[in-house]
C-alpha cells in the first residue's frame, strides 16, 4: 500500500467541522487536496462516512468517483457523484440527532488501479473494488449539535 495524504483547509484533522459544512446550514462542500498519489492509480475515490449515527451502519454523506489520479486539490465536479444514505446522491453535509454527542466524520480518499463503474453505494465499493486499492488515506472531522 503506498503512501497517500488527504488534507483540507477547510477541515484540521480531529476538529470540529465548521457550520457551513454541516446539513442544517446549506452543506457546503469541503475543499479537499491530495498528496503522494501512486504511479500505478487510474483514478480515485471519496467516501464520507459517520460511523456514529445510531443506525446498523452508520451514515454514508458522500461518494464520489471518477476523480483524476494527480496531487493537488480534487475538483469535485470532474467526479461522478454517487449515493448517499440521505436518499440523495452528492455531499450531505453532518447533521447529528440533538444531543446525541459528538459524530466522527471520516472522509477517505482511495486511490484505484482500476476505474470504478457507475456509482455504487459506499457498501458496494468497498466490497467490488478492495483488490483495486494501491493507496488510502483519511481525513477525520467531528461534529455535533
Not at 3 to 22: K, Q, W, Y
Not at 36 to 60: K, Q, R, W
Not at 131 to 142: D, H, I, P
Request: hydrophobic share 35%; glycine share 12%; proline share 10%.
Amino acid at each position: 500500500m503506498k503512501n497517500l495524504a488527504l488534507t483540507s483547509p477547510d477541515i484540521a484533522d480531529g476538529e470540529r467541522i465548521a457550520d457551513r459544512f454541516a446539513g442544517q446550514t446549506g452543506a457546503q462542500t469541503p475543499r479537499l487536496s491530495v498528496a503522494g498519489v501512486p504511479a500505478d492509480a487510474v483514478e480515485l475515490a471519496i467516501v464520507c462516512h459517520d460511523p456514529d449515527a445510531p443506525l446498523p451502519e452508520g451514515f454514508t454523506h458522500w461518494t464520489l468517483y471518477g476523480l483524476p489520479p494527480k496531487d493537488g486539490e480534487i475538483d469535485v465536479s470532474a467526479g461522478r457523484a454517487g449515493p448517499n444514505d440521505d436518499d440523495g446522491v452528492g455531499y450531505v453535509g453532518p447533521f447529528p440527532p440533538v444531543g446525541h454527542g459528538v459524530h466522527r466524520y471520516y472522509f477517505w480518499v482511495y486511490a484505484l488501479k482500476a476505474p470504478v463503474a457507475g456509482t455504487p453505494t459506499r457498501r458496494d465499493f468497498l466490497s467490488e473494488y478492495r483488490g483495486e486499492v494501491v493507496g488510502q488515506a483519511r481525513l477525520v472531522g467531528t461534529y455535533s449539535r
